[in-house]
């Protein structure tokens, strides 16, 4: 695949200022700030003998209320490494973080309280029920008995875990806890909730019914800043990406702006198919289809497999752009 030489990055007002609509299930992204850093970077000291490593290296950011943002990149790229500075769980090396306006690193304590965070591992606690974890959690957030317990019930329904109420954490399924993490993570009304890889090993139904969740708490105007590795729900749900390796960025758009940055992709597509049409017009040519660089044919004697309406030509992913910034390398 070849694609432009430049993509969109956060300099200037394409990573800013966009109010394109990323695809027919996203709604186009609020301007109003919610989440900016600021020359954000982190290094960990190496051990003895060994060099520094600079997770995150200057990151300048901007997520805007109300939208779903996506945080793309391979194993160690810088992903939770940011969601943990921005989470108050990493201190930063250098620059400045801010989510609903408070700075995370100098005031930490009012930070938490604009944040609601759902981690890939299971951090329920197990000791208690099902109802006992939002209700503590509630407690913990400042809310009195009447309201914490009013908070419960209604996570309870939204959630459907009225059923459950009384279960012990540990009996629940990984579809089941990952939706307590969510209900439990919103309790306080966070201005930002970050979901760390949120249907990393669940089943097709239990992606399904977190997605839902997710699409309404958008719909309620709830800002979510996500990381993930499955680039098709990144493409459906967010409504822009940042795809980051090295702790830096390296394109940031919406994922339609950025498989349109893949235009010669497209082009060289459109040719080939222009090109197939021409040569089925041809007495022994019986079907035809792409393969890299290359047309394979079938005669009429020994016919291949049909390539219809050249559909598999339209195909510029999300995933394709990712793997052609960040490269092909298996990731440790």
Known sequence: ??????????????????????????????????????????VYPGAEGQDDLTAVDGLDLLVHKGE???????????????VGMLTTRVIPTAGKAFVGGVDVVAE?????????????ANTLDRSLTVS?????????????AK?????????????????????EVRTLSGGMGRRLMVARAIMHRP?????????????????????????????????????????EEADRFCNRVAIIDHGQILALDTPAK?????DVRHDS???????????????????GEKLDDALQLADDDSPGESTGDGDAFEGVTLESVFIELTGRDLRE
């Open 191 to 231: 201005a930002v909730l970050f979901l760390d890889e949120p249907t990393a090993g669940l089943d097709p139904q239990s992606r399904l019914a977190l997605w839902d969740i997710v699409g309404e708490l958008h719909d309620d105007g709830q800002t979510i800043l996500l990381t993930t590795h499955y680039m």
């Open 147 to 167: 309201a914490a317990n009013a908070a419960t019930e209604e996570a309870l329904e939204r959630f459907k875990l009225v059923g459950r109420r009384k279960s």
């Open 108 to 120: 930490p304590a009012r930070a938490k309280h604009r944040i609601g965070v759902v981690n890939q």
């Open 258 to 262: 950025l498989k349109e940055s893949a």
């Open 68 to 82: 779903i943002f996506g945080l793309l990149g391979p194993n160690g790229a810088g992903k939770t490494t940011t």
């Open 132 to 144: 006992e974890n939002l209700y503590f959690h509630a407690r913990y957030f400042g809310m009195n």
């Open 269 to 287: 597509a459109s040719a080939a198919k222009a090109k197939l049409a021409q040569l089925r017009a041809l007495a022994r040519v019986a079907e």
């Open 1 to 42: 695949m070849t694609l432009n030489s430049e993509y969109p990055t956060p300099s200037g007002s394409t990573a800013t200022s966009n109010s394109e609509t990323p695809s027919s299930e996203a709604q186009a992204a609020p301007s109003e700030e919610i989440i900016r850093t600021e020359g954000l970077k982190k």
